[in-house]
């Protein structure tokens, strides 16, 4: 990096004032992505606004191809009831007896449900027959406008529709007026009463009813009949349309109801300007750290992108049987996984031939289970076998195969060759443990002056002992009695000088995880056994409260004193600011159901809020020498013992770090 930045030519040297208003190339570099995001806000903003518009606009065109079609619905179902009456009419000018008229004037009424009733009137305008019988009644609402229709329908020999009248019960109806003839004479008139209310209820379909308001109102806004009465929506507007016949002044008018408001557009503008607003404040607070991280960055682009090819070039093979087992179908990606052609495949029945030889009995049992339904949801593994002889693992998932005529004809299977997954797996449980193990080198590179210091005492009194010893034998003066305490405390400073550096191996070496009984409490002791120097150094008090009935758990002691060791740094690094009397780190070991809880707190400044988010994430630190990966691998340590892990900030001031270990088999 010195090498780039003496290659990298001044602004002074080219005459220009390094603190002027020019930007320097990082700056500037900085700065491309926020002004990116702020336009992909712009370009967001515009594209919800268009669809909105155009949202509103398709809703308003179905609105009136909707209050089209009903009015289309209602005219025919109209027209349909005035052919029918104009038959009966027909028929009744035509010699119809007064018994079969009644009949089929109660037909009518009963089966169309809009005509509420109907009257026979001769030629003197005499009511000859009514249904219901109290139709005719001359004290009805509306009687003059009953009236003209029927002079008006008299006079002209055509049918009339009346206009909308309010009738003797409050409802709204109109009448239709059909004159008859017998013998090229006129004979009488047809009177048939049609509701409102009831041509709604009975010819608006339910799929209109549930979207739109349909109303009759008249031209200065008296809503005569409506369908429901629902709240309608205020911001579509409504269409209407003039209804005649019957005539006058009666609109049909269609309105959309209140829909729920779609809040999730304007959540999700929201929450993408909340978050980009973050990404900007967050390109510009770490552009100081953009030269230390573009190795890094660089290679987690680099994983990211292999990693994403790889999920992009896996298949799926397809296959398909039918109920008795049958091979019908199978895709390229099977054929290319199994080995085989699909001529060779298909019509094949068990066993089949990428069947293991020795596995030929449980492999049909689970051949059986699929075609009697009993496969797993979840999925199955099996090993296969390709022609060539090369064994693979598959994961099949079996779905019922079901026609247009919804008959179940077969099974159809998605296999996908995990074989490679699995060693992907492996290879990254591998790159897991070296990285741990390389946390820890880590930690014991920061911890070396520590160390020293705490190797330096034995190796010193041992020294002292020695020399001491050797000029007392020199002199000849030394009893014995001495000459043993001496070379006593010599070995017990050598075992204080040895136990530290075989924690120290045992802490750095690398090895496969191993798991075995393990008491925390004497985890948590020879962890801070091993940092007490540490402790010491920094004047920082322990407060652990480790748990007397904690049973012992699985686990790996190496692995289990590491997320320990870096807790315990982080709460010491973080009290680096309180008072030297104030500092007191906390430890506590419970159970709580089925896991041990520890619980790791200081009294330092606590978390901030914008770090919380990233708090656990890999490479993302607030040091300014740290790697972020202390935490990233503690969780990571966590998980693999069945735990989980957290924190929280305390009232009193600090953070305290807990996490979980399960208890039991891992």
Not at 236 to 256: E, K, Q, S
Not at 412 to 438: C, G
Not at 515 to 530: G, K, M, S, Y
Not at 616 to 623: L, N, R, Y
């Amino acid at each position: 990096m010195q090498e780039v930045e003496a290659h990298r030519p001044s602004l002074a040297a080219n005459g220009r004032n390094p603190t002027g208003g020019l930007l320097r190339a990082e700056q500037l570099v900085a700065l491309v992505p926020a002004t990116a995001i702020f336009l992909v806000l712009v370009l967001l903003a515009a594209l919800l606004w268009f669809l909105d518009g155009e949202e509103r606009e398709t809703r308003r065109i179905n609105l009136i191809n909707d209050a089209l079609w009903v009015e289309q619905a209602l005219r025919f179902a109209i027209q349909s009831d005035q052919d029918d009456l104009a038959q009966l009419a027909f028929d009744i000018g035509h010699g119809v007896s007064l018994q079969a008229a009644q009949d089929r004037f109660e037909h009518v009424v009963r089966n169309s449900p809009e005509i509420v009733g109907l009257a026979w009137r001769d030629a003197t305008g005499a009511v000859l027959m009514a249904v219901p019988g109290n139709f005719s009644d001359r004290s009805n609402a509306g009687a003059d406008v009953v009236d003209r229709t029927i002079a008006l329908a008299t006079q002209s020999g055509k049918n009339r529709f009346s206009p909308v009248f309010s009738a003797s019960d409050d409802s709204n109806v109109f009448e239709l007026a059909i004159p008859f003839y017998r013998d090229m004479a006129p004979a009488g008139l047809l009177i048939a009463r049609f509701s409102l209310d009831s041509l709604l209820a009975n010819q608006v379909p339910w799929w209109v009813a549930q979207r739109y308001q349909v109303t009759f109102e008249s031209q200065d806004g008296a809503t005569l009949s409506q369908k429901s009465k629902s709240i309608v929506a205020s911001g579509l507007g409504r269409h209407a349309i003039l209804f005649d016949p019957p005539g006058g002044d009666l609109l049909l008018t269609v309105a959309p109801f209140n829909e729920r408001t779609d809040i999730a557009g304007y959540a999700l503008l929201a929450a993408i300007i909340w978050f980009s607003l973050i990404a900007i404040a967050s390109l510009i607070a770490t552009r100081r750290n953009m030269r230390r991280r573009s190795v890094a960055e660089a290679a987690l682009r680099e994983e990211h992108a292999f990693r994403k090819a790889m999920e992009e070039s896996l298949t799926v093979g397809m296959r398909a049987r039918d109920l008795d087992g049958r091979i019908i179908y199978v895709n390229p990606s099977f054929c290319k996984m199994t080995g085989y052609d699909a001529e060779a495949l298909i019509g094949r029945t068990p066993p089949m031939p990428y069947w293991l030889p020795e596995e030929i009995e449980s492999t049909m049992e689970l051949h059986q289970m699929v075609l009697d339904g009993r496969a797993p949801r979840e999925g199955f593994e099996i090993k296969f076998q390709r022609k060539d002889g090369q064994r693979f693992d598959a994961l099949i998932y079996e779905a019922p195969l079901i026609d247009a005529g919804g008959r179940h004809f077969g099974w159809m299977a998605s296999v996908v060759d995990v074989t490679e997954r699995k060693n992907m797996a492996d290879m990254a449980r591998r790159q897991n443990e070296k990285l741990a193990q390389t946390a820890r080198l880590v930690t014991m590179g920061e911890m070396a002056s520590t160390l020293a210091h705490e190797l330096n005492q034995p190796l010193a009194a041992i020294s002292s002992y020695a020399t001491g010893s050797l000029k007392r034998l020199e002199g000849g003066d030394i009893p014995h009695a001495d000459l043993n305490d001496n070379f006593g405390k010599i070995s017990a400073q050598a075992q204080r000088a040895g136990q530290i550096i075989r924690r120290i191996r045992a802490f750095v070496r690398k090895s496969e995880p191993k798991f075995e009984w393990v008491d925390l409490n004497a985890v948590i002791t020879d962890t801070l056994d091993f940092m007490a120097a540490d402790l010491k150094a920094h004047r920082v008090t322990v407060d652990n409260r480790g748990g007397a009935a904690i049973p012992k758990c699985r686990g790996d002691q190496i692995l289990l004193e590491q997320v320990l060791l870096n807790l315990l740094r982080n709460a010491i690094e973080a009290m680096s600011g309180t008072d030297p009397a104030e500092r007191i780190l906390s430890i506590r070991c419970r159970l709580q159901s089925a896991e041990i809880v520890i619980s790791i707190g200081d009294r330092g400044p606590g978390i901030a809020p914008d770090a919380e988010a990233n708090l656990f994430v890999p490479f993302a630190t607030s040091k300014n020498e740290g790697m972020g990966m202390g935490l990233s691998i503690c969780r990571t340590i966590v998980e693999l013992h069945r735990g989980r892990i957290w924190f929280r900030n305390r009232a009193e001031g600090g953070t305290e770090f807990s996490f979980s270990v399960a208890v039991g088999q891992v």
